[in-house]
């Protein structure tokens, strides 16, 4: 069983930046960051394959980059819009089945374990 535990999340003006953080209690092999605005579904932001590779939604690339360290992941967001203003979570697998390309994969809701969240708000 893997915890994850997110951080870094707080108010921004628009144009602003922040670094979301994402500590993990054990070994993973993928983990990706999600979030959800209210009213909205939940999507994928960016996500970290177990290649090293990488993956952004298109309204973010450009401005944020995802980034991993020993049992942590990073999200350096920039250039925040107001649009990007939700809950961000994070998710992880540590099972290779279940993550991108695996054979149990079959999208994000795939992931094992689930992060509470943080708070972005972005204000003009």
């Known amino acids: 069983q893997v915890q994850l535990q997110e951080s870094g999340g707080g108010s921004v003006q628009s144009g602003g930046s922040l670094k979301l953080s994402c500590a993990a209690s054990?070994?993973?092999?993928?983990m990706a960051w999600f979030r959800q605005a209210p009213g909205k579904e939940r999507e994928v932001v960016a996500d970290?394959?177990?290649?090293?590779s990488s993956t952004y939604t298109d309204s973010v690339k450009g401005r944020f980059t995802i980034s991993r360290g020993p049992g942590i992941l990073y999200l350096q967001m920039s250039s925040l819009k107001l649009e990007d203003t939700a809950m961000y979570s994070c998710?992880?697998?540590?099972?290779?089945?279940?993550?991108?390309?695996?054979?149990?994969?079959?999208?994000?809701?795939?992931?094992?374990?689930w992060g509470k969240g943080t708070q972005v708000t972005v204000s003009s």
């Open positions: 998710a992880a697998s540590d099972s290779s089945w279940r993550c991108p390309g695996g054979r149990l994969w079959s999208g994000g809701g795939s992931y094992q374990y």
């Open positions: 054990g070994d993973t092999r993928c």
């Open positions: 970290m394959r177990m290649d090293g």
